[in-house]
């Protein structure tokens, strides 16, 4: 039994959304459900976003330079929850996320599921493990990308294939003044072809 406590506390003092190096504000868990007839989802998905410099996991693939956004599924929730084929946390099209990826932990809990494929879209940043899903009493690799620029709150959602649910992720949103910069030059490529 004392075993059994101290490899659980050794596994919360390992908790994304406990990790005090992450931006106030930017770490947390949230619960997916859904379920039909047959089967149920339930998952909990644990984020923390990192300002440059401050992640202390085991590679940062932006060097420091960027904000580090990190994501681990928990399938511990429900003993009757169905594996975990995807993860998918939806981007601002300016976002300029990059260097998608995972990380072995701490911080998250070490080792986990590997995702087979991982990309990212011009809408989302998605993980698949459609060769080896996140079972019950398993967890994900920590989850991660880097962007420029400072989180925002978007659509993160969770799928099994047939079942899925949405709820708020951290997401980068790109400054004001990138977003100015891109409408005036798109709107300086308008006029310089209706003067040709």
Known sequence: MAVVLMVAAAAEAGLLRDDPNAMS????????????????????????????????????????????????????????????????????????AGNIGIDGGPPGIPDGVTPAAQGITGSSAVWSFLLDQVDYGEDSMTLIYTSPFAPQWLTGSVHDGGLSDKQSMPSPMPEPATIALLVLGGVGVVFSRRRR
Not at 43 to 57: C, I, K
């Open 25 to 96: 504000g930017w770490r947390g868990s949230r619960r997916f459900a859904a379920s039909d007839s047959a089967y149920t989802m339930t998952v909990d998905v644990d984020f923390a976003v990192y300002a440059p410099g401050d992640f202390g996991g085991s590679s940062d693939p932006s060097g420091g330079t960027e904000y580090l956004y990190a994501y681990e599924i928990l399938n511990t929730v429900n003993s009757g929850s169905v594996s975990i084929s995807s993860f998918t946390v939806g981007l601002e099209t300016l976002s300029q």
